[in-house]
């Protein structure tokens, strides 16, 4: 496995429409490689989420997570999701994206802002076996699988705030919202 290096706001690759992968190319050596590689990165760099265009691969690939898990309880855990990787997701809102979070991003370090997302959501996609999956999730985890799916779309989360206002450095987060979870 590798560390990968993080692109960041700015570089073009995080503003392209990423493509998806063929299902049947999805236990390609290629394909699984860069998926250890994602996972491997965003837990060097202490993320909950890493998707492909992040490190340079235009792919419809996301991983996210923290803790390892069976597939089956993925999705309703609020503060420990489990590691999950999901190819060519496509999204359902269940609630109207109204529900504000802070969110912040690999690709934007140190700052988070307060972001309006669906409580819950529909995914639909396949698993890193090539297997088709669909299920719920709500809370944090629905928040973060609508960051990343954002990432495949050239999306970053600063484009989701209707207003700056919350925008704030990591250091200040810190020192003026004690309160807030990391
Ligand atoms: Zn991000």
Redo the contacts with the bound molecule.
Sequence with gaps: MAILKVARMGHPVLRAKALPVPPGQIQAPSVQRLINDMFETMREYS?I???AP?VHEGLRIFVAGVREGAPGDVVNEDDDMPFLALINPELTFLTEPTHEGW??????PDVRGLVPRAAEIRVQGFDREGRRVSFTATGLPARVIQ??T??LDGV??MDRMPTLHSLTFMEEYRRFRPEEDE
Excluded: P, V
């Excluded at 969110?103 to 934007?108: A, V």
């Design positions: 993320g989420g890493l998707a992040q969110e912040g991003c690999l690709s934007i960051h990343e954002d990432h970053l989360f």
